[in-house]
């Protein structure tokens, strides 16, 4: 992954117990700025409630303000999945185009990735650790303990918002738990560092894409492959299923069509595979006429996904210049638990041997055991 400069965003005022605080006046709690949390409304301790009504003053001042910058309030009890926004400014509302009360499901829906960047020194590069939706589900609790342990929050958000258009919004927050009432709270804002992210994208895909296919190389394989390896180690996910695939005779494309005929081949297949593949799947050239999948689920989901991308190239039409050109491809893969050790060598040898096998029983075919009954 290409070194990525810090960013340096801008910060709301530290909201600590010692902050000069404004004090809850009831403009404020107006229609315009109605309250639609819990805590205010339920029995929970003086201190819990009297620090609650200051922040959402200081929060709805700064929000009315006319700052970029979202501030917001959320809340959970311990031991508890649930989570609800005390406050929560405008400008998310109206990026995720829904009311405060269906914030925390608008969110649920839009949210793609959580990512966070460790860093030692200037001379060390950042390791970028990215949580999927479902393991962000499945982690949610070890988040919230470590959150509660640091008494911090900073991550970056990759989300879905109106028009599907992609933004990203870095999250800043300090957390504060009240042990008598068995709440925390995260005092927080967002910031939109869309450009900033999509800039870093730009850089990340110079030489790390496919000329000719556009499809990603072989460069993030190794990356996509170490992350996935990663989530297993940690247990974020239960498998993930890795696949090598190449073009059925491509030489003797080259050698009856000529190399340009090799080349459409080549960055047609790639289109029909980006079409066939779903949102959670990855595509990428492995090198020549060899390419690389990844999806997540059990050998036999690998199976159908493998399935659907050998059925789809075997009935489209490559035509170039009028001259149709019979293209299929075989295709070895291997999920992560079907190895006793798991690491990238033993990914790719082994959708590799299984592929060596898929050429040896007559090609067009998936192979994804390495018994020659398969």
Same mark, same amino acid.
């Given at each position: ?101 269906? $914030?925390? =499901?608008?969110? %649920? ?6 990512? +966070? /960047? ?6 060390? *590069? @950042? ?15 070890? $988040?919230? =303990?470590?959150? %509660? ?6 991550? +970056? /958000? ?6 599907? *258009? @992609? ?38 895909? @110079? ?168």
């Amino acid at each position: 992954m290409v070194p990525v400069r810090l960013l340096i965003l801008p910060r709301l005022p530290n909201w600590n117990s010692t902050s000069p605080l404004v004090k809850a006046d009831p403009e404020i709690m107006s229609a315009q700025n109605a309250y639609h949390g819990r805590i205010l409304n339920q029995e929970f301790s003086w201190e819990l409630q009297e620090r609650l009504r200051d922040c959402i003053a200081s929060f709805q001042a700064y929000d009315n303000s006319g700052t970029p910058v979202i501030p917001y309030i959320a809340a959970w009890q311990e031991n508890s999945q649930d989570i609800w926004y005390e406050f929560v400014g405008q400008g998310f509302c109206r990026l995720l185009g829904c009311s405060e009360t269906e $914030l925390v =499901e608008a969110f %649920k829906e839009s949210f793609i990735d959580r990512r +966070v /960047y460790h860093y030692q020194d200037v001379e060390t *590069k @950042i390791q970028e650790e990215v949580l999927g939706a479902q393991e962000l589900q499945d982690y949610r609790h070890g $988040l919230r =303990e470590e959150g %509660k342990k640091t008494g911090t929050v900073e991550a +970056v /958000y990759k989300l879905a918002a109106k028009n599907e *258009k @992609i933004v990203w919004l870095k999250d800043q927050a300090t957390i504060e738990t009240y042990e008598t009432d068995r709440i925390c709270i995260s005092l927080g804002c967002l910031t939109d560092v869309t450009k900033e992210m999509e800039q870093k994208a730009l850089l990340e895909q @110079i030489g790390y894409f496919d000329a000719l296919t556009n499809l990603p190389n072989r460069n993030i394989m190794h990356r996509i492959l170490e992350i996935n390896i990663s989530q297993m180690q940690r247990r974020s996910i239960s498998d993930f299923i890795f696949l090598i695939l190449d073009i059925d005779h491509f030489k003797k494309v080259n050698d009856t069509y000529g190399h340009q005929a090799g080349d459409y081949v080549l960055a047609t297949l790639a289109e029909v595979m980006m079409a066939t593949k779903r949102k959670g799947d990855e595509i990428g050239r492995y090198g020549g006429e060899e390419f690389f999948g990844l999806t997540h689920g059990n050998i036999q989901s690998g199976r159908e996904f493998a399935e659907r991308l050998r059925r789809k190239v075997e009935e489209t039409p490559f035509v170039y210049k009028g001259r149709k050109i019979v293209v299929t491809i075989s295709i070895g893969l291997v999920s992560a638990t079907q190895l006793n050790n798991l690491d990238e060598e033993n990914l790719i040898s082994t959708a590799d041997r299984r592929l060596y096998l898929a050429k040896q029983q007559g090609r067009n075919r998936v192979i994804a055991a390495d018994e020659s009954a398969d």
